[in-house]
């Protein structure tokens, strides 16, 4: 037969298919196009893409099988911990961010559970009062008792629409999990850790166990998070690494920090604290501008008073800790968004003693005899326009922000005033710490940032000698609350909410446990590092270089590191005895060592041109001399 007969009974056959179809012109139109072939290859692809989709939800389902056997013929060892209850809008908060919780407790899924295991569950339930700080997990062991509840699924008979329910919920509970060989690691910071063992998957809560419980309005509110101060968020922290047969879950360290520097109130301490710290992990201070000790205080605080920040060479800042005036929308121009806040208070009597003593110089106190004298003609003796005043009248009011002059024959306004004080000290600081009980403080700051015993043990650092203290009469001490009066609220009010705290988070018993191993510590590190075990008159200071600055009437105490020290030990023993000036200039010169050497370049030429004569010296090239008042 021709070729042109076979074409044409083709192409009869191909129009007798084509018309008998819906599509038929279509189709048509397809098969007898040049690009015909094109067509055909990219029906393949979608008939393979289909095969690859059906393939995996078959894969699925068989995984799902998998997971679901293997979960219910394992026994659950659950251990319910307790912290403290929750503000209600941290609970919207977790759930809504999809946070693992498991609530009040766990009972038993199966009716025929042993009625012993339940007995045991509602005994460790009404001893559980276990107290946590905000953001750590803390086990509960309460009498040595643990709550165990051993069930095990292999004579369950449930349909499997049950059996998958189940999975589910465990898989719910568990957002981002990732199955590694013989654990569960999870992935977001949290409530719950599920460790799956040979024979036990272990779950644990860091909700309380009791209801929800509306806290006291004058506690203290955080700046970063809705929940108060005083109450413990639900979120105990991010979970670092579970190994077979242990469940854990540890709090991430706090490196964002501000710490506001008040006078007088061991806060050098807590500087070195704070500079050892940020120093041993290569933490980035946000250092005064120009090596000054203070960030322009008392000027109000701005963010181009920092180093770094006009000059763009500093990215990111962890700790600021110097003195300043404290201006909340500058601070937050320089420290991230999730930096914690934290200051200390000290009482007023003791510490209008001591300031008097240290700034005996400024105008205010230069022509009194005595403190008396003082507080007897305070409204004459004192100028609001004179410099450095500002020390002898509500110092800490003053530190934080707000004038701190005000008519005590206005009670109307001082109480106003005072209200509005701490209504914004609590809105903006998450923690406020007590002079007086030093080292219950210290106990509160190490589990708010989520710190080691090593971290916050510390010697006291620009401390007067007993010889420059003064005792203070009843009559004297009820003048100075009368003329401190607003700083005098602030101490009532953070003293008393300093206790809150340590109740609601600590607890007393468990606070004297805690502030005994401070101790203990600071012994121990003392008869290491320290020459005669303590502190000395700056006289006896042997090393020039840890020779405490001297103002004032105040007679500054230093120390004497041990002979023979050496290594790692030296070098810990002598951060811990640094002085404030001295460490400040240290972590400097390691930031900016440029900066640092072109500023004592110009300190030597000062210094020379001084012996010939006086010279100017502009602000920018303002340096800051071992001499500056601090």
């Known amino acids: 037969m021709p070729p042109s007969a076979r074409k044409s009974i083709k192409e009869r056959e191909l129009f007798s298919l084509t018309s008998s179809l819906p599509c038929a012109s279509w189709l048509k139109v397809l098969l007898c ?26 894969w699925q389902s068989r995984n799902d099988k998998m997971l679901s056997k293997k979960l219910l013929n394992v026994r659950f060892t659950i251990e319910i911990q307790g912290t403290l209850p929750t503000e209600q809008r941290d609970w919207e908060n977790l759930r809504s961010s999809h946070a693992p919780v498991v609530e009040e407790e766990v009972r038993s899924q199966e009716e025929g559970a042993s ?8 005994k460790v339930a009404e001893h559980q009062d276990g107290r946590d700080e905000p953001g750590v ?12 509840l051993s069930n095990t699924f292999n004579k369950v008979k449930d349909s499997r629409k049950e059996e998958r329910g189940k999975v589910l919920a465990v898989k719910a509970a568990l957002p981002k999990v990732t199955l590694g060989d013989d654990e569960l690691h999870m992935g977001v910071p949290g409530s719950v850790v599920l460790q799956l063992d040979d024979k036990a998957i272990r779950v644990v809560s860091t909700l309380s166990h009791k209801p929800f419980q509306v806290p006291l309005t004058n506690q203290l509110k955080s700046r970063n998070s809705r929940a108060p101060l005083g109450t413990n968020s639900v979120v105990a922290g991010v979970i670092s690494e579970v190994k077979p047969g242990i469940a854990t879950s540890t709090c991430r360290p706090k490196n964002h ?32 501008l120009n090596m000054h000790s203070q960030l322009f205080y008392p000027f109000f605080f701005a963010s181009h008073f920092v180093e770094g920040v006009r000059s763009h060479s500093v990215k990111k800042f962890h700790i600021m800790c110097n003195h300043m005036r404290f201006r909340p929308p500058e601070v937050r121009k320089v420290m ?53 005043n500002h020390y002898a009248h509500n110092i ?12 005590t024959e206005t009670p109307g306004d001082l109480e106003t005033r005072a209200a509005t ?60 609350r009368a003329w401190n009066a607003l700083d005098w609220r602030l101490y009532l009010h953070f003293n008393a909410t300093f206790w809150q705290r340590v109740d609601t988070t600590v607890g007393r018993e468990e606070m004297r446990r805690e502030v005994t191993q401070l101790r203990e510590q600071r012994a121990k590190l003392a008869k290491t590092c320290l020459k005669d075990g303590g502190a000395v008159d700056p006289s006896q200071v042997q090393d020039a270089g840890l020779k405490p600055f001297q103002y004032g009437a105040a007679i500054i105490q230093g120390y004497n590191l041990n002979p023979g020290l050496v290594g790692p030990t030296k070098t810990h023993c002598q951060n811990l005895i640094t002085p404030e000036l001295q460490y400040t200039d240290t972590l400097y010169t390691k930031q900016f060592p440029e900066l640092a050497t072109r500023q004592r370049q110009v300190a030597k030429l000062v210094a020379s041109q001084r012996q010939l004569g006086p010279v100017k010296v502009s602000p920018d090239k303002r340096v800051r001399e071992w001499t500056q008042k601090p």
């Open 115 to 122: 009625k012993q295991s339940a007995k045991e569950n509602q």
């Open 336 to 388: 991230p968004q999730d930096t914690f806040y934290f200051s200390i208070l000290k009482n007023p009597v003791a510490m209008m003693e001591s300031i008097f003593i240290y700034y005996k110089s400024i105008p205010a106190f230069h022509k009194a005899r005595s403190l008396d004298d003082f507080l007897d003609n305070s409204w004459r003796s004192y100028n609001t326009s004179l410099p450095n």
């Open 396 to 407: 800490l009011t003053f530190d934080f922000g707000f004038d701190n002059n005000v008519a």
């Open 137 to 148: 997990e803390r086990r509960l062991q309460v009498h040595h008792q643990h709550l165990k």
């Open 33 to 58: 196009s040049p690009l015909r072939y094109l067509w055909m290859v990219l029906m393949a692809l979608t008939v393979l893409c289909v095969a690859i989709q059906i393939l995996g939800v078959v």
């Open 257 to 288: 920090i501000v710490f506001l520097k008040t006078h007088k109130t061991a806060s050098s301490t807590i500087l070195n604290i704070l500079y050892r710290y940020g120093d041993s992990r290569n933490l980035t201070f946000a250092l005064p």
């Open 421 to 480: 004080a701490i209504g914004a000290i609590e809105e903006d600081f998450h923690l406020i710490l007590i002079s007086e009980y030093f080292d219950e403080s210290m106990i509160l700051l190490k589990r708010a940032l989520c710190w080691s015993l090593d971290d916050i043990v510390s010697f006291k650092l620009n401390s007067r000698s007993a010889r420059a203290r003064n005792m203070l009469s009843p009559h004297t001490a009820d003048k100075i």
